[in-house]
């Protein structure tokens, strides 16, 4: 044999042998319960894939597309009759089996007993929002508190009653407020005890009023239990005074820096979809929110703008013909949260003035909230400003709601809730009001009588408007109905008269049926067609949009449907009512 020959046959030999010899090892790229649940950091590695079940930027800056206040260039197929089951998605099981597995070998790490709580809470607070947020789509779900194999019958079982789901939900939530380690998180990124607080606030808050106003449901008689969780879970953060409003000198940029910022400013956000420049981790709330061709084209309604107070105090509709002031006129001397919601009076992009623009909005009322105040992310999903999921002053809201579903709301529970919102946001006379708001009653919430819920109600649409609590909370009022109002826009004098909108002595837009031969240089010519859009008497007044349409929300599509495939995999699951 020659040389090189016996060289290659003894290198193979000896690494055929090698190669046995470790047959019985495990590969260094695999993962087995033995091997990934050892220490405490492997916990805390495990737990991090948790965060996916989390909403991204993203989903928040679409947040709100269904909803009463806002109107795009595309109407919505869930209010058009064209939505079925078909189109339906979201059933999706994967990240809950993540977390089963993890409760079924997580006590086999060798760690304390409190590191061992703190991290089966992590599990049960992310079990907690996997199920919420699909209860709150699909009404009753198969509960599975356990890891599924290919084999298990259970794959195929019939959907377990809401009562069952949101017991578990609240159990969960429950051993998470307990367990889970108290240390407040500066980075607004990580699960606290103080934010499963925040979130069962949320959750409790919901399903006692979801039970109360949806009396189909037979479950009336149990919404007080939740409506009081949600009061103890949010008294509780409250009192550990960890978290607070933010406030500073500068009350005309409070609100605003909220939504701005890349650091997220954690007295008061609890947690955010963090996102960063230097790492590339973005959003596309610019590009989203003023381009004419990415983005939905959405902008508040003036029916919605009509509801923030004037900066007294006193409502912007108690005075005559509110509904024919021009914008550059409406907007003044408003709650401070107005001018840091939508463009208008002296806003500018990159040091240049920016009124709203009509290449972008229908209504005059272009949302800014979301966005940052330069153009270099218009057209590129490259938004580094970090988002709120949960902060301090939803917590607020919710226990003051909570307390006024349970009829006992006090003074003093509106001097350290609502009274604390407006007083940030400027208004000076923020005391509670003792007579019903005739506007809200007749144009939102009919059914309700109380002037604190009232309030409570409009304080909530104005203080979290975009950050995607609308459609839940027209779900669990069963206002629904909403949905179907018309669309309306700013005021507008005259037809064929250019309006200087945000008073910088140039002229922005003008509304007419056909685009002058000699246009004014700078102006935008919004044409209406009296059939789609128009203007509500004729020549004049508001803008009504897209009237052609009629929107139809119906009872039955307060549950989404479930998808029409999986209905195929597994009859047993039954298709909410009256959807194909």
């Known amino acids: ?291 004419a061709t990415y983005g939905g084209r959405f902008s508040l309604i003036k029916k919605f703008i009509n509801t923030y107070l004037k900066q007294d105090g006193t409502r912007y509709t108690d005075q005559a013909a509110y509904n024919e002031i021009p914008f550059a006129t409406e907007v003044k001397s408003r709650d401070l949260r107005l001018q840091q919601t939508i463009r208008m009076g002296s806003y500018t992009r990159d040091g240049a003035v920016a009124p709203p623009d009509f290449t972008y909005t229908y209504t005059g009322y272009m949302p800014l909230k979301l966005t940052l105040d330069a153009k270099a992310t218009d057209g590129v999903a490259e938004n580094y400003n970090s988002l709120p999921l949960i902060r301090y002053a939803e917590v607020l809201l919710n226990y003051a709601e909570a307390k006024a579903e349970l009829n006992t709301f006090t003074s003093g529970d509106w001097d350290k809730t609502i009274k604390l919102l407006r007083t940030r946001a400027g208004i000076t006379n923020a005391t509670m009001p003792t007579t019903v708001d005739t506007y809200l009653q007749q144009n939102y919430y009919s059914n309700i009588t109380s002037p604190a819920l009232l309030e409570i109600r409009r304080e909530r649409g104005i203080e979290l408007v975009l950050e995607g609590f609308r459609y839940d909370d027209l779900k669990r009022w069963k206002a629904g109905r909403l949905l179907e109002n018309q669309y309306d826009g700013m005021y507008v004098p005259a037809m064929d008269t250019p309006y200087d909108l945000n008073e910088d002595g140039k002229l922005d837009v003008a509304v007419v049926t056909k685009v002058p031969a000699t246009k004014v240089p700078g102006v935008y010519y919004f044409i209406i067609d009296n059939a789609q859009n128009k203007l509500s008497d004729g020549t004049k007044g508001r803008l009504i949009l897209m009237d052609n349409l009629t929107r139809s929300y119906d009872d039955y599509k307060y549950l989404y449907p479930i998808p029409y495939d999986e209905i195929v995999l597994n009859p047993a699951l039954a298709q909410n009512p009256q959807w194909k």
Not at 14 to 41: G, I, Q, R, Y
Not at 101 to 117: I, R, W
Not at 203 to 223: I, N, S, W
Not at 235 to 264: C, G, M, V, W
Request: with cysteine.
């Open 1 to 291: 044999m020659k040389r090189t020959s016996f060289i290659i046959f003894m290198a193979t030999t000896m690494a055929f042998v090698a190669c046995k010899k470790d047959l019985d090892l495990k590969p260094f790229d695999k993962l087995s319960p033995t091997t990934a649940f050892n220490t405490e950091k492997d916990l805390q590695l495990y737990a991090n894939s948790f965060y996916k079940i989390l909403p991204t930027g993203n989903d928040i800056v679409r947040g709100d597309a269904l909803s009463d206040y806002l109107v795009g260039s595309t109407p919505n197929t869930y209010l058009y009759g064209t939505f079925s089951s078909t189109l339906a998605t979201g059933w999706k099981w994967d990240s809950l089996r993540n977390v089963n597995y993890f409760l079924e070998h997580y006590q086999q790490a060798n760690v304390t007993t409190e590191a061992s709580g703190h991290y089966q809470g992590l599990a049960r607070f992310f079990r907690a929002w996997f199920y919420f947020e699909m209860v709150k789509k699909f009404g009753d779900v198969p509960w599975y508190g356990k890891t599924l194999t290919v084999n298990d019958p259970d794959l195929y079982k019939k959907r377990d009653p809401r009562t069952l789901v949101m017991d578990s939900v609240l159990a969960d939530l429950n051993y998470a407020c307990d367990h889970i380690r108290d240390t407040k998180d500066a980075t607004a990124s990580q699960i606290t005890k103080w934010v499963a607080l925040a979130f069962k606030s949320r959750v409790c808050l919901f399903e006692g009023t979801y039970r109360k106003y949806h009396d189909e449901l037979g479950l009336v008689a149990t919404a007080d239990k939740w409506l009081t969780e949600a009061v103890n879970a949010a008294d509780a953060l409250i009192a550990s005074k960890k978290y607070s409003l933010h406030t500073s000198t500068a009350t005309t940029a409070d609100y605003r820096d909220l939504f701005r910022n890349e650091t997220p400013l954690s007295d008061e956000v609890l947690l955010a979809a963090v996102n960063n420049k230097s790492l590339r981790v973005f959003n596309d709330a610019n590009w989203y929110w003023t381009s």
